[in-house]
């Protein structure tokens, strides 16, 4: 999701964006939700953050140092668990997220509209819980938090829910398009099942694959669709590629190298190659609902990869 690519200023921000999560620290893990239909889905963070925003604004005493300790008070420290999380690494301090503002008033009024339309995607966003409970009855629903940060991070998934960057919503075409909200949320909530453990390439590219999978077949689109011909016309060359830096355990070719000046390629071809390999398995396999649930369930990565029977196109 969770969560860089081209839809991003920053690459590296990504995913953080569709990156695995990063689990919340010290924090009690909720109790499993496995009801679609109960599952909390808020945009509170949003209005909390305007309001703050307008208490500045209309101040008079709208300085710098004024922001950030309105955004302290009105935000930070009144926001959901989703804020909370989004703190470490992302939101970094009420301070933080002051400068970024004031670096661009200009992008995060402008964006304004868009993250306020978040509370319209809700009922999307659970029609695609009610499909995933569907082809994966053990799904977990944690809550949904929409929340304003840094532009640094389009979405994570925390032990404590799906964190959704709003102000990265901007439709421009370096940024998320606001069409993009229900696809990333699936994105994130695939994540959020996962089981695979560990910071190999292989587990990386894969679970990323696979909630780009997941989250098409539920909504008909994925975010990475951008990256689709030019892996369609150099997919062999592609594989051949990563089973080598498998070996080495390298990431930059593959993953949040959007902003490396030097790659040629289009980024975060991982994503492709995971999808791909998913796309095999349940293209191979008979069973299309245990295809589903291997794919969601995401245990054993390589494992994965031998059964999906993708090397074999190749020979």
Known sequence: ??????????????????????????????????????AVISTADV??????????????????????????????????????????????????????????PKYYETVRANTEKMQNFV?????????????????????????IGRRNSGGTDTENGLI?????????????????????????????????????????????GAADFIAELITGNQIDENIKPYGDSHEQELWRKFQEDTAKNDFAPWLYNGDDEKRVDPPDLGYYVGYKICQSLYEILPDKAAALKTIIAMKDPKAIIEQSGYSQRFH
């Open 123 to 147: 009922p999307e966003i659970r029609k695609g819980f009610r499909r995933l409970k569907q082809m994966y009855p053990d799904a977990c629903f944690p809550p949904v938090y929409f929340v």
């Open 47 to 104: 209005d909390l953050f305007w309001r703050a925003y307008d208490a500045w604004k209309t101040t008079a005493n709208a300085t710098p140092d004024r922001l950030a300790t309105i955004l302290d008070r009105e935000y930070i420290k009144k926001g959901s668990q989703g804020v909370q999380d989004f703190i470490p690494d992302r939101i970094i301090s009420a301070d933080a997220l002051a400068k970024m503002i004031l670096k661009d």
């Open 164 to 208: 959704i960057g709003a102000e990265m919503f901007a439709d421009t075409s370096s940024r998320i398009h606001l069409s993009e909200v229900v696809c990333i949320v699936i994105h994130e909530l695939t994540h959020y099942q996962q089981k695979a453990k560990g910071e190999e390439l292989i587990t990386a590219v894969m679970t990323e």
């Open 1 to 38: 999701m969770t969560g860089i690519s081209a839809r991003f200023v920053s690459t590296v921000a990504i995913f953080f964006l569709f990156s695995f999560g990063v689990h919340a620290q010290g924090a009690a893990t909720p109790a499993a939700n496995h009801d679609p239909e109960t």
